[in-house]
């Protein structure tokens, strides 16, 4: 009977928490991991009537985005800087340091190609994100970029 008990009261703990994830403002996680990394006041945010929002802010030589496409579990948050335009020099040679870059040192994000620019992005799904995560891949995104635009740009830009 007591391990029943138990048993129960760790369930009722497990739904406790589960409540408490489900009630994350990722808004105002998101709004306080960009008050923290911000430079010179550069946060700018818009927001649309379906729940949308759209942050960018400055992060060293680098502009991050944020993107929440709503509040459910189903909708996400990407998070993207640019790091060089395309087309660029030597483009093989780029893609394949990307891919390596890819494999050895980006965590959670990635480097990709969107409308002709090189970027370092993360998307992720709101279901079960935790506010340090949030600041995770908010972080994570914007150092990647910081530290890697300008040699980028130094060794492959402009064609």
Do not use: C
Request: charged share 20%.
């Amino acid at each position: 009977m007591a391990a029943y008990q138990e048993s129960l009261t760790n369930n009722e703990l497990v739904n406790e928490l589960i409540a408490e994830t489900t009630s994350i403002n990722h808004v105002e996680v998101i709004e306080n991991v960009i008050d923290s990394l911000e430079q010179d006041d550069s946060a700018m945010v818009s927001h649309s009537p379906d729940g949308a929002y759209l942050w960018k802010f400055k992060y060293g030589s680098v502009e991050v985005f944020v993107q929440l496409t709503g509040p459910s579990d189903e909708d996400t948050i990407t998070v993207w800087s640019v790091v060089l335009q395309l087309p660029a020099k030597d483009e093989p040679r780029l893609l394949r340091h990307l891919l390596e870059l890819n494999s050895s040192s980006t965590f959670e994000a990635r480097f990709g190609i969107i409308e002709n620019q090189v970027v370092v992005i993360s998307i992720r799904t709101l279901a079960e994100l935790s506010p340090g995560e949030v600041s995770r891949l908010i972080t994570i995104v914007a150092t990647i970029a910081d530290d890697n635009d300008e040699a980028l740009q130094s060794e492959f830009g402009a064609a």
